[in-house]
């Protein structure tokens, strides 16, 4: 027994060194050149990501000291594209205005100006330069300005010049995301100009033919119409969860029952933990209002489902009607916009939209969660879309 309780502390004690010495043997595999190249690498991003929402004097600030780290430089100062000063980052600080001039300079020649820094006996001769940030296709962002000790060598100057361009690409990259952010809200105000006129007016109409004979009728019609629409033009974010493009569309078919009565049958299956997914805004009225139209032309009755189902790590939605369908070959030629206008008569199909959902859904979550149409003529049209339960960087 005292064999076996010695065994095991002289076990114990082994595994515990080991896992002491561990850490140590793996370290001292690593070169000094290994150290470097994941010091350089956690540095560029950690300047990349203030970077990431332009140049700006707030990112300008929080990405100076990590820019100096990769220079190497005494100090760091950017400015931006009229040479005024953003941030600087080190000692030196009186060479601000210095390099406010340099920088200029820089910017209007469209190359890096060096300017000696004049000191006391008894310091080394420090040298500032001044490196224009060159974006391709976009001119001139603003410029950086390193303070080094003596006057740089091919070295010096090529590694600053490598930062700069490593600038330029997050600043290319933080103007491309406002692009796409510019166009998504484009994007959602062509969808809401799209939103079906003849609904409007019918809805209104409707209202109005309830008001002598059933006023309460219409006071919860009058409401429905004020929020739907004080949700479909609303100014907040490009995305929204599924609760609320649900609860929007459910005042949308109140009114809609509301005109064609018992003529229009609406079945809803939705599971409830996929209510807080995110998805594009409006992304679902255009296939909602498409069923409708759709499910009631030519029919004295239709039938317009709408499922929501969690899928793992998806949650799949689709908008199914049992209308007149349409042809499956212009499907094949991708033009959803013409799919419904041949479906639907081109005098009341602009608003349709299918096409800018599709574009939006890829352009959010990729190419696999794009639009997906099963349809043929005189067997209805399913419509359906797959929405990532979680994406990073994409809220409501």
């Known amino acids: 027994m005292t064999t076996t309780v010695v065994a095991i502390v002289v076990g114990a004690a082994l595994i515990a060194g080991a896992l002491l010495l561990w850490p140590r043997t793996r370290r001292s595999v690593t070169t000094p050149a290994e150290r470097a190249v994941h010091t350089a690498l956690h540095t560029a991003s950690l300047a990349a990501r203030p970077l990431r929402a332009g140049l700006t004097e707030d990112a300008a600030r929080e990405a100076a000291p990590h820019l100096r780290a990769l220079t190497g430089g005494d100090a760091l100062g950017v400015a931006d594209a009229e040479g005024a000063l953003l941030a600087w980052d080190g000692p030196h600080a009186e060479v601000a205005e210095r390099f406010a001039e340099a920088a200029a300079r820089a910017i209007a020649e469209q190359r890096p100006v060096l300017a000696p820094i004049a000191g006391r006996p008894d310091q080394p001769a420090r040298t500032l330069i001044a490196q224009p940030l060159l974006v391709e296709n976009a001119g001139v962002a603003g410029a950086l300005g390193v303070v080094v000790t003596g006057r740089p060598g091919p070295g010096g100057l090529g590694a600053v010049a490598e930062v700069a361009r490593y600038v330029c690409g997050q600043v290319e990259l933080a103007e491309l995301d406002a ?211 979680f994406r990073a960087g994409i809220r409501a």
């Open 179 to 389: 692009s796409r952010a510019r166009l998504d809200r484009a994007e959602v105000r062509a969808l809401r100009a799209q939103i079906s006129p003849h609904f409007i007016y019918n809805a209104l109409n409707t209202i109005a033919s309830f008001v002598r004979t059933d006023p309460d009728r219409a006071r919860e019609l009058i409401l429905e119409f004020a929020d739907f629409t004080r949700y479909s033009f609303r100014t907040a974010g490009e995305f929204t969860v599924l609760a609320d493009e649900l609860r929007n569309i459910e005042r949308y078919l109140a009114l809609e029952r509301a005109r064609f009565g018992d003529t229009l049958e609406v079945r809803l299956q939705i599971a409830p933990e996929v209510l807080g997914v995110v998805l594009p805004f409006l992304a679902l009225q255009p296939l909602v209002e498409n069923a409708v139209r759709h499910g009631l032309a030519g029919t004295r009755r239709g039938v317009v489902t709408i499922v929501a189902d969690d899928a793992g790590t998806d949650c799949v939605i689709s908008v199914e009607d049992d209308g007149v369908g349409m042809d499956p070959e212009l499907l094949r030629s991708g033009a959803l916009d013409a799919v419904a206008a041949d479906s639907a008569g081109p005098a009341e199909s602009a608003h349709v939209g299918l096409a800018n959902v599709d574009d939006r859904l890829r352009a959010a979550f990729g190419n696999d969660y794009g639009l997906v149409v099963e349809t043929a003529p005189g067997a209805g049209t399913k419509v359906s879309l797959r929405v990532p339960k």
